[in-house]
C-alpha cells in the first residue's frame, strides 16, 4: 500500500531524509519511531504530496490521508465544516459515517474548532481525514500533548478501522510503548535515516532501542 524506494529529501543544502526505504503492506500497521528532528513528519508530508523528493520514489496503492503534526485545524471555522473540508477530494459530503465513528464530533458540529481542547481537536483532525475514505492513513504523532486516556480512545479507534475495514495505518511516534502495543513491526528513523526496523517485539528486546525509546529494558 505504501512504498518508499531510496527517498531523499533536501532543505536547500540541509539533508533531510537520506536514502529511506519502508514499505507497508495493506491491512497492516507500521510504527516509524524517532526522536524530534529525526525527519518522520518530512517523511509524512512527503507521503501525502506536500514535499517534492530529489530523489527516490514513493508509491501509494490507494487514496491515503494524513493527520498531521499538530492538527493543523482551521480554527475559526465549525467542527463540521472542517469534516467537510476533508471530504472535499472524495465527494463526501455526509459527515455521519464519521459521527459513527467519534459521537463526540456530532455534539460539537457547530462549535469552531479553536475553542476545543487538544483532544477534542484531534477527534476533528481523526475525522476529517477520515472523511476522504482513505485506503491508508499516516498519523503524525498521534499522542502529542494528549492525556494518557484520550490517547487510548483514539488508538482503539484506530485498531478497529484496521481490523475491521483493513485500514492500513502508518503511526508516527515519539511514545514507542504506544506504538509497540499497535503495531507489529516498526522502522527507527534517526537523522534522516533508518537504522533499525523489525518486528515490534524484537525491537523492544534490543538494548539499544529500548535504552532509546522505552527508558530501558522491559520487564
Known sequence: MIDVQDLVVSYGTATALEHVTLTVA???MVALLGPNGAGKSTLANTLAGL???AAGTVAIGGRLALIPEGRQLFPDLTVADNLALGGWRSGRRDPSPVYDLLPRL??????RAGVL???EQQMVA???AMMSDPDALVVDELSLGLAPNVTAG???HLTELNRERGLTVLLIEQNARLAFDLCHRAYVLESGRLVTEGACADLADDPRVAGAYLG???T
Open 26 to 28: 495493506a491491512g497492516e
Open 51 to 53: 514535499i517534492t523528493p
Open 106 to 111: 456530532a455534539e460539537l458540529a457547530g462549535r
Open 117 to 119: 481542547s487538544g483532544g
Open 126 to 128: 481523526f475525522g476529517r
Open 154 to 156: 483514539l488508538a482503539a
Open 216 to 218: 530501558g529494558a522491559i
